[in-house]
């Protein structure tokens, strides 16, 4: 079955960085677009970034456009959001997506697979 496993959240200061990664089994990484998205207690999941399947094109939320990157490195089956210039209002379970298809998604609709999420915690 397919596996997404998140790492590298934790608690940084305002204005640091933390780069997350999300390591995938269980069917050819490379055939699916990835993506993150975050969710704060008593909101909804929300869409943070997305890759295509050759990584040659990718889709932000304007909330993080600027600061955050999403990559992917397909040898290793990964996934890899670096986040900088990091906000309090970033804080949130940061959860690893991987998308029905080879295309760009924006909503959870397009979503396959979730990883189990994994904190990070920005303080002021």
């Known amino acids: 079955q ?21 390591a995938a089994s269980g069917r050819t990484f490379s055939n699916y677009a990835m993506g993150w998205f975050r969710q704060t207690p008593g909101m909804e999941r929300e869409f943070v970034a ?3 399947v050759s990584g040659g094109s990718t ?3 304007d909330s993080v456009k600027g600061r955050f990157t999403i990559s992917r490195d397909n040898a290793k089956n990964t996934a890899y959001l670096q986040m900088n ?4 209002e970033d804080t949130a379970v940061y959860y690893c997506a ?16 979730w990883g189990q999420g994994t ?3 920005v303080s002021s």
């Open 2 to 22: 397919v596996r997404l496993v998140e790492s590298g959240g934790g608690l940084v200061q305002v204005g640091g960085s933390l780069r997350l990664s999300c």
């Open 50 to 52: 997305a890759i295509s």
């Open 59 to 61: 889709n932000y939320a």
């Open 85 to 88: 210039s990091l906000k309090p």
């Open 98 to 113: 991987q998308g029905k298809t080879q295309w760009l998604f924006t909503t959870s609709r397009a979503v396959d697979y």
């Open 119 to 121: 904190q990070v915690s």
